[in-house]
C-alpha cells in the first residue's frame, strides 16, 4: 500500500510540473518577446500559446506591435516628403536669391556708367566756368549737382559691392600693395568730410610699407571704416592705424563719435542695419557699409571687431591673416 500510495505521488508530482511547465513557458516566452520589443527589435511577433489569459495577452501584443510599426511607417514617409518640399524650397530660395543678386549687380553698373559721366562732365564744365565772370552762381550749383552725384555713386559702389559678393561673383586679386600710398589716398579723399565735421584725422602706419593683398578690397574696407568714424563723430578725433607684420595686417579705425550701444553691435554687421533708422544726417547711408567690410574681411580670411561706449567713442579692429589666400568666391547660402 506504502508503495502504491509512494508511486501514485510521484506520478502526481510530474503531472502537476508538466501543467505548471504548460502554464509558465508561454508565459516567459512571451515575456521575452516583450522585452526585445521594448529594446527596439523590430517585426517582434508573440507566438500565441499557452492559457486562455496568455493567448490573449499575445494577440493583443501583436495587434499593438502592427500598429506601432504602421504608424512609423506612415512617419518615415511623411518625414521623407516634407524633407524633399523643404530641400526643394532651399534650391528654390538660393536660386532666387542669386538672380537677385545678379539684377542687382547688373542693374548699379548699368546706372553707374551714366552716373560716372555726368560727375565727369560737371567737374569739366565747373572747371571751365572758373575763368568766366558772373558764373559764380552756376558753379555753386554744379557743386551741388557734383556733390549729389558723389553720394549716388556711393550708395550705388556699396549695392554694386554688396550684390557681387552676394551672387559669389567678387573674386580675390592679390598685387603688392604699398600701404602708404593706399592709406594717403584713402585719407585723403575723406578730407571734405574730416573737414565738414571739424574732425581731427591722425594716421599711424607701421611694419611693412608692402603687403601681398587685395587692394581693391583694402581700400573698400579703409573707406567704409573710415567714413563711419567721419560720419557718427563731430568735433572730435579719427585715429587710422595700420600695422603690417609677417603673419598678419592689422587696422584699427577709432573715433570719439556718438559709439554704438551694445544691442546693435552684432546687428550694424547685418546688410540694410542702422542704429538710428530716423537718421535724417545729409550722410546717411543705406545700411550696406559694414555689410560688405566684413564680407570683405571675411573672404580674405580675416575677421573685423568692434568695442564701443555710447558717447565716447567706437573702434573697429581688423586683422586680416598673411598671405592672403586665393579662395574661390562662393555665394552665400
Ligand atoms: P551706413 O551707411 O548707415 O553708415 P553701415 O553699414 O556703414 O551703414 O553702418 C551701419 C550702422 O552702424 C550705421 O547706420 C550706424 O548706426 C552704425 N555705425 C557704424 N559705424 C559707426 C561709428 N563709427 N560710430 C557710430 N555708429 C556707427
Redesign the pocket.
Known amino acids: 500500500n506504502v508503495l502504491i500510495a509512494v508511486a501514485f505521488g510521484a506520478l502526481l508530482l510530474t503531472w502537476l510540473r508538466v501543467r505548471v511547465r504548460r502554464m509558465t513557458e508561454p508565459l516567459s516566452d512571451l515575456a521575452e518577446i516583450m522585452s526585445r520589443a521594448g529594446q527596439g527589435e523590430s517585426s517582434v511577433r508573440a507566438e500565441v500559446r499557452g492559457p486562455a489569459e496568455t493567448r490573449a495577452i499575445a494577440k493583443v501584443f501583436n495587434l499593438m506591435i502592427e500598429k506601432i510599426e504602421h504608424t512609423k511607417e506612415l512617419l518615415e514617409s511623411e518625414v521623407a516628403i516634407r524633407t524633399l518640399e523643404l530641400r526643394e524650397a532651399r534650391d528654390a530660395a538660393l536660386q532666387a536669391s542669386r538672380l537677385k543678386s545678379e539684377f542687382l549687380s547688373m542693374l548699379t553698373h548699368e546706372i553707374r556708367t551714366p552716373l560716372t559721366s555726368i560727375k565727369g562732365h560737371t567737374e569739366f564744365a565747373i572747371q571751365d566756368l572758373r575763368f568766366i565772370e558772373d558764373a559764380g552762381d552756376i558753379i555753386k550749383r554744379l557743386d551741388v549737382v557734383l556733390g549729389t552725384g558723389r553720394e549716388m555713386l556711393e550708395i550705388i559702389d556699396h549695392i554694386l559691392n554688396y550684390a557681387r559678393a552676394e551672387a559669389g561673383k567678387a573674386e580675390i586679386t592679390i598685387s603688392k600693395v604699398d600701404l602708404q600710398n593706399l592709406v594717403e589716398t584713402v585719407a585723403s579723399s575723406l578730407q571734405p568730410m574730416v573737414v565738414k565735421y571739424r574732425n581731427e584725422l591722425l594716421v599711424c602706419l607701421e611694419g611693412e610699407p608692402v603687403a601681398e593683398l587685395d587692394e581693391g578690397k583694402l581700400r573698400v574696407i579703409l573707406n567704409?571704416l573710415l567714413t563711419?568714424?567721419c560720419?557718427?563723430?563731430a568735433d572730435g578725433q579719427i585715429r587710422l592705424k595700420v600695422e603690417c607684420g609677417v603673419d598678419n595686417l592689422n587696422i584699427v579705425v577709432a573715433?570719439t563719435?556718438?559709439?554704438?550701444p551694445e544691442s546693435q553691435r552684432i546687428l550694424?554687421f547685418e546688410p540694410f542695419?542702422?542704429?538710428?533708422k530716423s537718421?535724417a544726417r545729409e550722410d546717411?547711408?543705406?545700411?550696406?557699409?559694414?555689410?560688405i567690410t566684413k564680407r570683405f574681411c571675411e573672404m580674405l580670411g580675416g575677421r573685423i571687431e568692434v568695442d564701443?561706449r555710447v558717447g565716447t567713442g567706437?573702434m573697429?579692429s581688423v586683422t586680416i591673416p598673411l598671405p592672403v589666400r586665393r579662395k574661390p568666391p562662393m555665394a552665400r547660402s
Open positions: 567704409n563711419n568714424a560720419k557718427y563723430t573715433d563719435g556718438i559709439g554704438i550694424i542695419n542702422q542704429v538710428d537718421d546717411a547711408g543705406v545700411g550696406l557699409g559694414l555689410a564701443s567706437s573697429f
